[in-house]
């Protein structure tokens, strides 16, 4: 079945301690993208790749990273994480073009201690 | 700021019920909009998305959508212990936009 796969599912990190969260897809859809979605809120787009074309949002710290080495596999990397950035990450793909309808991973959820 | 505003909730309806939930977006240029169910500690799932005024159905479940009001809602008939979830209302502003999402519990 095409879909999207994150890893890992759970996270623990240690306050400041680097970590790299995964999404992989086989829809073979040109975008993808990072939110951060904290209890409660709705989800926050990070950033998004169209390709190979980055977009950071204007607002997304520059703790947070992304990288996206082939269509299939995307990349969040924090780099020092603190307390506040223990969330839900989810990763999500589209078409592009006229298809926009977003399909969404399983989601990393991370805690940060 | 493109805002989408969705009532918290919860909303509590009793099984068999029809659920009703709304949902407002501040940019009048929007396209396209979606309904998202999330289970709790799950990720968003897609339930429908509608492009044009009118209703659009699918089973159980109605979206409704009013440019002019820019207004946007979503009906489950027949409501189900397992329709009990939050439901998203996201709207594509350039960037897809998400509301908070309003809580539903349906009561057996």
């Known amino acids: 079945d095409a879909m999207v796969i994150q890893n890992p599912r759970y996270q623990v990190t240690q306050f400041g301690k680097p970590v790299t969260l995964s999404c992989s897809q086989t829809l073979n859809h040109n975008v993808m993208y990072w939110y951060q979605q904290k209890s409660s809120q709705a989800p926050k787009l990070l950033f998004h790749y169209y390709d190979k074309d980055f977009n950071n949002e204007a607002d997304t710290p520059d703790n947070f990273q992304s990288r996206r080495p082939n269509t299939s596999f995307c990349f969040l990397d924090i780099r020092s994480p603190g307390l506040g950035d223990a969330a839900m990450y989810l990763c999500?793909?589209?078409?592009?073009?006229?298809?926009?309808?977003?399909?969404f991973g399983p989601g990393t959820r991370l805690t940060v201690l | 700021q493109k805002e989408v505003e969705q009532n918290s909730g919860p909303l509590s309806v009793p099984e068999g019920a029809i659920a009703s939930l709304n949902c407002t977006y501040s940019?009048?240029?929007?396209?396209?909009f979606f309904w998202y169910r999330q289970y709790s500690g799950k990720s968003p799932e897609l339930i429908m998305f509608?492009?044009?005024?009118g209703d659009k159905e699918d089973g159980r479940f109605t979206a409704q959508l009013n440019k002019a009001s820019q207004y946007v809602s979503l009906l489950i008939r027949d409501s189900q212990p397992s329709d009990s979830a939050t439901y998203l209302c996201?709207?594509?502003?350039?960037?897809?936009?998400f509301g908070a999402g309003t809580r539903l519990t349906v009561k057996p």
């Open positions: 509608i492009y044009s005024n």
């Open positions: 940019d009048r240029g929007s396209q396209s």
């Open positions: 999500a793909t589209s078409p592009g073009g006229d298809g926009d309808t977003q399909y």
């Open positions: 996201a709207v594509m502003s350039g960037d897809m936009r």
